[in-house]
């Protein structure tokens, strides 16, 4: 079944909880053909394909999606930070468009109504050993332009955090929380009332050059893309632009891509605050990053529905969008191991990993780290919460590739089709940003 969802219908859903969202479906037939089809329905695709069909309202879009909603996934199964910017590489693509990617998403916020809190974030050193890296931070933070930071001692920390204990902090009160899901959603409204089309339940199997013209067109070969889904369905276009996040490197290779860097998903494990010690945290607790290890560590984090996440861990999923311990897929999970690149990056983190599998295992485990920022808590004071899947792009040789990667490959196709094979953490803050940078990149090979 494709359901086309109807301009009321989108509209509505931006405004609406998670749980009543895209159930209006419209009956009228789907299209053919477009001037551009954009394959993903998270946060990346649709800020992009918004940005396009604001800058070319003359043209026809669609925006295919192959679940039932649009952004069930990384988008909507995230921390819901907004970013300041703070750990990127001065002038890094990263570090701009996080920066200017937090400062585009209050503004939108503001214009469209959507909430959020600016609840601020402190990044703790409790060890002299993290200091020196603390500081690097702050340099690098002030490099990269990000607003209002500030170093404070074990004082300010209390003052701000009255729970928490560190003997230095770095302070980002521009760093903010907001429902990502619900922003995604309004970028689909918003595209959906300049005109584009939004297709669910839409999984394209197979991109290729189309051989004849539709039956009954009497415009030739104008749309020679032809995209296909899992049940035998076409729809032709011009140009092809995939966000396809955790299958993104699957949508490169049926269009005759590479598929490296391969996209390998870690499942983050959250725990949640009881309600009863939701004081004893106000903003985001962040640790100080190691650089030993691949990833950031656990962390405290508000939400915008009053309840507070700590964690997560990251551990590999057994499948591409396993949320759950026991979930499991085959191909993903042989996909997985058999690729170079991740057998690498275990053997140089083999008892990080470790920890990680027990810490998700024994939540007592993480307990004790968290303790390290907020003596008080205790196991008593949390409960098992949601999971994230992760994206994660690596290389053959184990490398975490944290920067953008575009790929058309080699042959006809190429000139039509653009992946975005890799947006990587923070793209929800960068998301504005990056719908710019990835028009432009639109604009520079194709001829609109």
């Known amino acids: 079944m494709i359901r086309v969802l109807n301009r009321a219908s989108v509209k509505a859903t931006a405004a609406a909880k998670p749980k009543l969202l895209l159930k209006d479906v419209s009956t009228r ?28 309202p003359t043209l026809s879009f669609v925006l295919l999606e192959k679940e039932k909603e649009l952004s069930v996934h990384q988008s909507g199964h995230n921390s819901g930070v907004i970013h300041s910017g703070i750990y990127y590489t001065p002038g890094s693509l990263k570090a701009r468009l996080c920066v200017r990617g937090a400062t585009l998403a209050y503004e939108y916020c503001e214009k469209k109504g959507l909430p959020y809190k600016r ?13 020196p890296r603390l500081k690097a931070l702050y340099e690098r933070g002030l490099q990269n332009n990000v607003r209002d930071l500030s170093i404070v001692d074990a004082k300010g920390i209390r003052e701000r955090e009255p729970y928490c204990r560190g003997i230095m902090a770095l302070d980002s009160p521009y760093t903010g929380i907001v429902d990502w899901r619900m922003v995604a959603l309004q970028y689909g409204a918003d595209f959906k009332e300049a005109g584009g089309t939004v297709v669910t339940e839409y999984e394209v199997d197979d991109i290729s050059m189309a051989t004849e013209s539709p039956a009954g067109s009497t415009e030739g070969m104008k749309y020679p893309i032809a995209l296909r889904d899992k049940k035998g369905k076409e729809v032709r276009c011009r140009y092809v632009l995939t966000c396809g996040g955790l299958y993104s490197d699957r949508l490169s290779q049926i269009s005759g891509c590479s598929r490296e860097p391969r996209i390998v998903p870690f499942r983050g494990d959250y725990l949640v605050l ?11 607790i962040y640790p100080v990053p190691d650089p030993r290890f691949p990833f950031l560590g656990v962390h405290f984090t508000p939400r915008m529905d009053g309840s507070i996440w700590l964690g997560p861990n990251a551990v590999l999923a057994f499948k591409r969008e396993g949320y759950k311990v026991y ?32 810490r998700g295992v024994f939540i007592g485990a993480q307990v004790k780290i968290l303790q390290k920022y907020i003596p008080e808590l205790s196991l008593s004071d949390v409960l098992r919460g949601p999971a994230g899947v992760r994206a994660q792009a690596l290389d053959r040789d184990g490398n975490l590739v944290d920067d953008f990667v575009f790929d058309g490959g080699v ?17 929800a803050t960068s998301s504005l940003a990056i719908g710019e940078m990835i028009a432009d990149e639109v604009e520079s090979r194709f001829t609109l």
Request: with cysteine; aromatic share 6%.
């Open 411 to 427: 042959g006809d196709v190429a000139s039509r089709v653009l992946h975005v094979r890799n947006a990587p953490s923070p793209a």
């Open 29 to 56: 037939q789907l299209h053919s053909s477009y001037d551009v089809a954009v394959v993903g329905g998270g946060i990346v695709g649709l800020a992009t394909a918004r940005e396009l069909i604001l800058r070319h």
């Open 327 to 358: 979930d499991f897929n085959a191909r993903d999970l042989a996909d997985a191991l058999s690729f170079r690149g991740l057998q690498k990056l275990v053997l140089r983190n083999m008892t990080y990993g470790i920890g990680e599998m027990y």
């Open 274 to 284: 009881k309600p009863e010690k939701h004081y004893l945290v106000k903003g985001n």
């Open 119 to 131: 609840c601020g974030k402190l990044i703790v050193a409790v060890e002299q050993e993290e200091i």
